[in-house]
């Protein structure tokens, strides 16, 4: 009975001790996570020099599209795409929305049709240049949409990718960083005047936490929707029979749609190790993909894999700007510090070029004339 009442006076202890220190430990716990998240979200803008490499890749891609598909951009999307019945009856849902539709309007008329590629072409240099980025971008959207799903039979995910990215991306400060924008901005930091010279300006109007908050919590979206589309698809292929046997890759690059290089594809394919790992290695690496970043021994290399899977895509099945932007969204999740250290070293590498050049040069002449005195000396 002794030890029986110690044991009991010893739990009552250990618990009245628990509802004592537990609550205010807890709530203490509490605040020190609202007070880090707070801080993250008002302190500054994240990912800035992320988001700017997101804008330029996705200038890149919508240019790079235009330009592939200008010799082909009345049979794709003017008068001759009549014969697919999408310019009478659309079939994607933006087609039939009154906001969207103004593409089809122009698609019978093949002038209109070019002068729109090419002012198009200038819309997207200047999201990659970031001149009026912020005022560009989302005319650049609106035009982009009712142009890009105009043919059913044009485009892809990553179209759709594309699309919900730069939607997000309105809300970023996505020119704060190597664009015109910024430039104006440093000139301007101290600009008086009302709120729409303040704006044409680049001067700040509204306060810094707030736009910070604004500017993080668009951030966060892109991320969560990248994190949804490399789980959701990696389940999705997780349940099909190829993938679970790990030859899911050789069926799409043996096909005329997904495989320009037949020779390559016939090289990679004969490896059945090869297959095998792009097959289950892409389902793993989507799936830890969210996971792996929250530590930097394995965000490193997860970036690193996931950029090399889109080169891959790129290159074996002719997809490059898909490619480049899923790679844009990628950007976002490499530090700021890692995007300055990197435009730092590239700097430095232009300004030691010529010396590098030069100094090889001034060895041969000096090489030369040694080689000159010794003839002359053997001569004599």
Not at 332 to 349: G, Q
């Amino acid at each position: 009975m002794n030890i029986a009442s110690k044991v009991l006076t010893a739990i009552a202890r250990i618990w009245s001790a628990f509802w004592r220190e537990g609550p205010p430990y807890f709530l203490n716990v509490c605040k020190n996570v609202v007070a880090t998240v707070e801080g993250w979200l008002y302190d500054q803008k994240r990912a800035l020099y992320g988001i700017a490499v997101a804008r330029i890749l996705f200038g890149s891609a919508a240019l790079g599209l235009l330009l592939t598909n200008f010799n082909t951009r009345l049979y794709t999307y003017g008068s001759g795409a009549a014969w697919s019945g999408q310019l009478e009856e659309p079939i994607s849902s933006f087609g039939k929305s009154g906001f969207f539709d103004f593409f089809f309007s122009i698609a019978k008329n093949d002038t209109s049709v070019t002068i729109f590629f090419l002012m198009m072409m200038v819309l997207a240099v200047t999201l990659i240049i970031g001149y009026r980025a912020r005022i560009l971008l989302p005319i650049f959207l609106w035009l982009w949409i009712g142009f890009i799903e105009t043919p059913f039979f044009g485009s892809d995910q990553g179209d759709n990718a594309m699309r919900i990215a730069m939607f997000l991306m309105m809300f970023t400060d996505h020119s704060a960083r190597w664009s015109l924008d910024a430039r104006r901005r440093a000139r301007n930091a101290d600009f008086s005047g009302n709120v729409f010279q303040k704006l044409w300006n680049g001067a700040h109007v509204l306060p810094a936490p707030l736009t910070a908050l604004w500017h993080n919590l668009a951030i966060i979206a892109l991320a969560c929707q990248v994190f949804m589309i490399y789980v959701s698809g990696a389940l999705f292929k997780s349940t099909g029979e190829p993938w679970q046997e790990g030859t899911a890759v050789y069926g799409p690059l043996h096909t005329m749609r997904f495989g320009p290089w037949p020779e390559i594809s016939e090289l990679i394919t004969t490896m059945g190790w090869s297959v095998a790992i792009a097959s289950i290695g892409s389902i793993i690496l989507q799936v830890s993909f969210p996971g792996a970043l929250l530590f930097r021994w394995t965000r490193i290399p997860v970036l690193f894999a996931m950029v090399s899977f889109h080169i891959g895509i790129a290159i074996l099945m002719g997809l490059p700007w898909f490619s480049l932007a899923m790679v844009g969204v990628d950007a976002i999740f490499i530090r700021d510090v890692t995007w300055s250290r990197l435009a730092n070293w590239f700097k430095k590498a232009a300004k030691d070029a010529p010396a590098d050049v030069a100094a090889p040069e001034m060895k041969t002449v000096v090489g030369d004339k040694r080689n000159e005195e010794l003839h002359e000396k053997v001569s004599v």
